[in-house]
């Protein structure tokens, strides 16, 4: 299947401040590329994502950039607030074959922000 | 409301015993998954479906089971519990398999003793 990496598995930060967590992935086939928000006792809910046709996407404080020549993908988060404080996960489906539609996760990422 | 449902919410089972748990869509999306989230180890996938009728295994499928009889249902077996199952299982469905936007239920914490 796809393999996941994410970093870092935690990250602290001052209220205000921008926040990157990275993702790269292993199969070059790949053309959807997400990032989830899972906060205490709930399931991960999707924050934004991208397609392989584009570079970067934006939605507010958010937004996503992708690198297809070295395989990885990234999180900003600009000005950021106490309530952005969560677990962030990317995630990689398997493109093809006997990997089809095996939707695996990144590690997770801890994000504190300090008010 | 539109979504994704599990079933129980927690539960405490012994050792040994068969516990199945419920997972139920209504959107309609061809592609169910099973995960479970240990503390401090994200999220693995268990067992997968991509449409009904067909399973798949993921990165942790011993001690577990699926069946996809239809789109809505894809219960999750433990034929036999053991305290390293205990965790939380997260069930998620997409419209097309690992392509578009995956939509979680709320979790089932379950804790074998």
């Known amino acids: 299947g796809e393999n996941v990496e994410q970093h870092p598995s935690t990250l602290s930060v001052q209220e205000g401040d921008s926040a990157v967590i990275k993702c790269t992935y292993s199969d070059s086939a790949s053309n959807y590329f997400p990032w989830y928000k899972q906060e205490l006792g709930k399931g991960p809910q999707l924050i934004i994502d991208i397609r392989s046709n584009v570079g970067e996407k934006k939605d507010q404080r958010i937004a996503v950039t992708l690198n297809k020549t070295a395989k990885h993908f990234s999180l900003h988060i600009t000005e950021t607030q106490p309530e952005d404080s969560a677990v962030y996960f990317c995630a990689g489906p398997g493109a093809g074959g006997t990997s089809y539609g095996k939707l695996t996760f990144g590690q997770g990422t801890i994000l504190t922000v300090h008010p | 409301i539109a979504g994704i449902t599990q079933a129980p919410t927690s539960q405490i089972l012994a050792a040994g015993r068969r516990m199945t748990l419920r997972c139920t869509q209504d959107?309609?999306?061809?592609?169910m998954y099973w995960y479970r989230q240990d503390l401090g180890l994200g999220l693995r996938l268990i067992h997968y479906s991509n449409t009904a009728g067909t399973t798949g295994k993921g990165e942790v499928p011993d001690g577990y089971s699926v069946s996809r009889a239809n789109t809505d249902d894809f219960p999750l077996t433990l034929a036999s519990a053991v305290p390293s199952q205990t965790s939380v299982y997260f069930c998620?469905?997409?419209?097309?398999?690992?392509?578009?936007?995956?939509?979680f239920g709320q979790g089932t914490r379950l804790t074998v003793v």
């Open positions: 959107m309609r999306h061809n592609a």
């Open positions: 998620a469905s997409t419209e097309r398999p690992g392509r578009t936007e995956a939509f």
